[in-house]
């Protein structure tokens, strides 16, 4: 089983829809959730970090429910601009620090 | 602004070159990063490092090394490339400030192997 796992989509909706991902992740000892975003031919960046009692910016609300181990991402009121790769991410402890595991990540594409 | 650079958007190489793909930062970040990004496995973490000299393995780092001389720059190198290790390669770096979560990514180097 993958340590974070995502549905790939694509999701494809039209302008102006309400949209929501959701992801899994299997380390109960993971502290930090965050959504990255990667347009097309690019590196990933942060989108939002994800908090216990759920986050919003935006049109973007993220939501972590740790009894679960699953996250969310809702994407109100589309655009066309939203379209990109949409990465699940949790933080692994380790000795030398924490790294970050990524989902393979939820494809969107917003057509007008 | 963070800004990661990586020496080669694309590269080319035969089976059997050694291969050397460069990452610097300057952001004075302690902890950098090299992934693998092949489609339907996302980011792979290859190798690490949180401090100059200092290198710690990820999920997959066979067939790779590391190096890190100074704190702004970060090698992979593939000591003899195999086709397997054609992919999209990410470098990236953080902080390690407690509130500094964000890893800021390198724009990527597309390796083919022939």
């Known amino acids: 089983r993958k340590e974070v796992e995502q549905d790939p989509g694509p999701f494809n909706v039209p302008e102006g829809a309400t949209v929501a991902f959701n992801c899994t992740y299997s380390?109960?000892?993971?502290?930090?959730f965050f959504w990255y975003r990667q347009d097309c031919r690019k590196e990933p960046k942060l989108l939002m970090s994800?908090?216990?009692s759920g986050n919003e910016d935006g049109r973007f609300t993220a939501q972590l429910n740790r009894a679960s181990q699953y996250i969310s991402l809702l994407i109100r009121d589309s655009k066309l601009s939203d379209s990109a790769t949409y990465l699940c991410?949790?933080?692994?402890?380790?000795?030398?620090?924490?790294?970050?595991?990524f989902g393979a990540g939820t494809i969107l594409r917003v057509k007008s | 602004d963070v800004k990661v650079t990586q020496s080669s958007r694309y590269l080319v190489k035969r089976t059997g070159e050694k291969v050397f793909l460069e990452c610097v930062q300057d952001?004075?970040?302690?902890?950098m990063f090299w992934y693998r990004q092949d489609p339907g496995l996302g980011l792979r973490l290859i190798y690490f490092?949180?401090?100059?000299?200092?290198?710690e393995k990820g999920d997959i780092p066979e067939g790779y090394s590391v190096s890190r001389e100074k704190k702004e720059r970060f090698s992979l190198i593939l000591e003899s490339a195999s086709t397997n290790q054609t992919s999209m390669y990410l470098c990236?770096?953080?902080?390690?400030?407690?509130?500094?979560?964000?890893?800021?990514f390198g724009p990527g180097t597309r390796l083919t192997v022939t």
């Open positions: 490092s949180y401090d100059v000299k200092m290198k």
């Open positions: 991410v949790v933080n692994r402890f380790g000795e030398y620090g924490n790294k970050l595991v």
């Open positions: 990236a770096s953080r902080d390690t400030r407690p509130d500094e979560d964000e890893q800021y």
């Open positions: 952001m004075d970040h302690e902890n």
């Open positions: 994800v908090y216990s």
């Open positions: 380390n109960s000892a993971s502290q930090s």
